[in-house]
């Protein structure tokens, strides 16, 4: 045993010393130049990444992040904008009217390909991502020479790519300035990956030009005009890009809950009709993949929609219909997949649902008249369960419409008046006020009626209502605004007023 014992510690022994003479003779030492070398290799692999046959796993200047994999992402979004940009064969065999011209300041460049190619394929010429090629667009009214004077510049917020602000130009005209924040996320997550500025800026400038682009192809009165465009060098970087457009008031939906009804039908009703037009635009059928309320603002009551970087018209393939689940925060919808391969209608359910559980749900039915409430709720359920497309959706809003506006809405109602009023011509009750909600003044009781009978109504539902005063002013509906009033006591004269005062024994 004890034999046993020594021979397994001198075998033991033996091969340590074996494997160490092995690694002194077989291994190499520790080169400090060698080193140095290779990872001057490694770094040259990262700066060439604009050559096609770079390897897909040579790493950047900083995380570890491919520098070729940042030049197909540049070359991905530049092909994107192309194709958003070139005209359909559809809208010009229809002859469709599309002036296209060169910018007359700073040509609308930035990064090109040689050639267009699939993003799974390599391109056969090198390509630099630094190259450039003009981008033509319609004539726009605004550059370089209207915002280098601006004032009153305030900033407005940011998300993830851009920065938004507020000017003034030539002192009347307000307008919105878009452009990359470097201190958003977009930016600073790509130098973390690749530490490099430049190309990460033309990375993040793509989502404004592809903004751009869409803005000028989608025409309509519910999606925010593009005024101009301005290159001009900023953080040591040349030809930065600032957008401007019409300005706008945020959407805030507190506030839009504060509101009459009629406004926040109006809110709807427009995101409708923009919806529609998405469904059915020169493009194709248009999606908002980042569709919250944030990405929409108020010019003159209507809706408009402001970001459209994150816009898609690319349909869902599929194979069957489990490919076409669409997943959301309380429901999930499974779609048909056609014989085509697309998965029918996804973008138009996308932005419908979108629009159920954002808007409808909260701005339709609340406080709307008594009769038109079964309506709104049968199309809040039904968009809600996507039972509907958008077609079906817009027809029964202009149903409702329809109703409201030509008062059918209060043919059904039995209502008679309890109390006379008395008719007083030319005149107004300058106090007396009381305030009700909601209301379209904020210190006193001003809504919409559809004719007199309507506002007497109103005024008996109120318990401190003893008059009424019929203004000029109309909504965007065509309805009368008329003031209650808690009292006659300071009637005075008013051509473009009437009042009628309730008559108590």
């Given at each position: 045993?004890?034999?046993?014992?020594?021979?397994?510690?001198?075998?033991?022994?033996?091969?340590f010393l074996?494997?160490t003479?092995?690694?002194?003779?077989?291994?190499?030492?520790?080169?400090?130049?060698?080193?140095?070398?290779?990872q001057?290799?490694?770094?040259?692999?990262?700066?060439?990444?604009?050559?096609?046959?770079?390897?897909?796993?040579?790493?950047?200047?900083?995380?570890?992040?491919?520098?070729?994999?940042?030049?197909?992402?540049?070359?991905?979004?530049?092909?994107?904008?192309?194709?958003?940009?070139?005209?359909?064969?559809?809208?010009?065999?229809?002859?469709?009217?599309?002036?296209?011209?060169?910018?007359?300041?700073?040509?609308?460049?930035?990064?090109?390909?040689?050639?267009?190619?699939?993003?799974?394929?390599?391109?056969?010429?090198?390509?630099?991502?630094?190259s450039?090629?003009?981008?033509?667009?319609?004539?726009?009214?605004?550059?370089?020479?209207?915002?280098?004077?601006?004032?009153?510049?305030?900033?407005?917020?940011?998300?993830?790519?851009?920065?938004?602000?507020?000017?003034?130009?030539?002192?009347?005209?307000a307008?919105?300035?878009?452009s990359?924040?470097?201190?958003?996320?977009?930016?600073?997550?790509?130098?973390?990956?690749?530490?490099?500025?430049?190309?990460?800026?033309?990375?993040?400038?793509?989502?404004?030009?592809?903004?751009?682009?869409?803005?000028?192809?989608?025409?309509?009165?519910?999606?925010?005009?593009?005024?101009?465009?301005?290159?001009?060098?900023?953080?040591?970087?040349s030809?930065t890009?600032?957008a401007?457009?019409?300005?706008?008031?945020?959407?805030?939906?507190?506030?839009?809950?504060?509101?009459?009804?009629?406004?926040?039908?109006?809110?709807?009703?427009?995101?409708?009709?923009?919806?529609?037009?998405?469904?059915?635009?020169?493009?194709?059928?248009?999606?908002?993949?980042?569709?919250?309320?944030?990405?929409?603002?108020?010019?003159?009551?209507?809706?408009?929609?402001?970001?459209?970087?994150?816009?898609?018209?690319?349909?869902?393939?599929?194979?069957?219909?489990?490919?076409?689940?669409?997943?959301?925060?309380?429901?999930?919808?499974?779609?048909?997949?056609?014989?085509?391969?697309?998965?029918?209608?996804?973008?138009?359910?996308?932005?419908?649902?979108?629009?159920?559980?954002?808007?409808?749900?909260?701005?339709?039915?609340?406080?709307?008249?008594?009769?038109?409430?079964?309506?709104?709720?049968?199309?809040?359920?039904?968009?809600?369960?996507?039972?509907?497309?958008?077609?079906?959706?817009?027809?029964?809003?202009?149903?409702?419409?329809?109703?409201?506006?030509?008062?059918?809405?209060?043919?059904?109602?039995?209502?008679?008046?309890?109390s006379?009023?008395?008719?007083?011509?030319?005149?107004?009750?300058?106090?007396?006020?009381?305030?009700?909600?909601?209301?379209?003044?904020?210190?006193?009781?001003?809504?919409?009626?559809?004719?007199?009978?309507?506002?007497?109504?109103?005024?008996?539902?109120?318990?401190?209502?003893?008059?009424?005063?019929?203004?000029?002013?109309?909504?965007?509906?065509?309805?009368?605004?008329?003031?209650?009033?808690?009292?006659?006591?300071?009637?005075?004269?008013?051509?473009?007023?009437?009042?009628?005062?309730?008559?108590?024994?």
């Open positions: 045993m004890k034999r046993r014992k020594l021979a397994l510690a001198a075998g033991f022994c033996f091969s074996l494997g003479l092995l690694n002194v003779l077989f291994i190499p030492a520790f080169d400090p130049q060698q080193q140095q070398q290779q001057q290799q490694r770094h040259n692999a990262g700066v060439t990444h604009s050559l096609p046959g770079s390897p897909a796993g040579a790493p950047g200047e900083a995380g570890g992040g491919s520098r070729w994999d940042l030049a197909r992402q540049i070359r991905e979004r530049y092909e994107e904008v192309l194709r958003y940009q070139q005209r359909p064969a559809r809208a010009a065999a229809a002859g469709s009217r599309l002036l296209v011209m060169r910018p007359s300041e700073r040509r609308l460049m930035d990064l090109a390909p040689g050639r267009l190619s699939s993003s799974s394929e390599r391109p056969e010429a090198p390509w630099d991502p630094r450039r090629l003009e981008l033509s667009l319609s004539p726009l009214r605004l550059g370089c020479g209207d915002i280098s004077n601006v004032t009153d510049v305030h900033y407005l917020g940011s998300g993830y790519t851009k920065a938004v602000y507020k000017a003034e130009l030539n002192g009347s005209l307008v919105a300035l878009k990359v924040d470097f201190g958003g996320h977009d930016i600073d997550n790509c130098v973390k990956l690749y530490g490099t500025l430049e190309d990460c800026y033309r990375l993040a400038s793509y989502k404004i030009i592809k903004e751009m682009v869409l803005l000028q192809r989608l025409r309509h009165s519910n999606i925010l005009q593009l005024y101009g465009y301005c290159y001009q060098d900023s953080n040591d970087i030809d890009l600032t401007i457009t019409e300005l706008g008031s945020p959407l805030e939906m507190i506030q839009l809950l504060q509101t009459s009804w009629e406004d926040r039908f109006r809110i709807c009703f427009s995101l409708v009709r923009l919806l529609h037009y998405l469904a059915h635009s020169p493009l194709g059928s248009v999606t908002l993949l980042d569709f919250r309320p944030r990405q929409f603002v108020i010019v003159d009551g209507e809706l408009r929609v402001t970001d459209l970087d994150d816009a898609s018209i690319e349909e869902t393939s599929c194979t069957s219909n489990r490919d076409c689940f669409m997943e959301f925060p309380a429901r999930n919808f499974t779609l048909p997949c056609s014989v085509e391969g697309k998965c029918q209608h996804m973008n138009e359910k996308r932005n419908l649902y979108n629009a159920y559980r954002f808007f409808f749900t909260y701005l339709l039915p609340h406080s709307a008249p008594s009769s038109l409430r079964p309506l709104l709720n049968t199309i809040v359920n039904a968009t809600g369960e996507l039972q509907w497309g958008i077609d079906e959706t817009a027809a029964h809003l202009e149903r409702v419409l329809h109703l409201y506006k030509s008062g059918m809405y209060l043919q059904n109602t039995t209502w008679t008046p309890r006379d009023y008395r008719k007083v011509p030319e005149a107004a009750i300058v106090n007396e006020n009381y305030r009700c909600w909601p209301s379209y003044h904020h210190k006193g009781c001003l809504l919409s009626t559809f004719d007199v009978s309507e506002a007497m109504e109103i005024c008996e539902s109120h318990s401190q209502c003893k008059a009424f005063v019929l203004t000029n002013r109309t909504t965007w509906t065509g309805r009368q605004l008329v003031f209650f009033k808690m009292g006659s006591t300071s009637i005075v004269s008013d051509c473009e007023k009437t009042t009628y005062v309730k008559v108590t024994d």
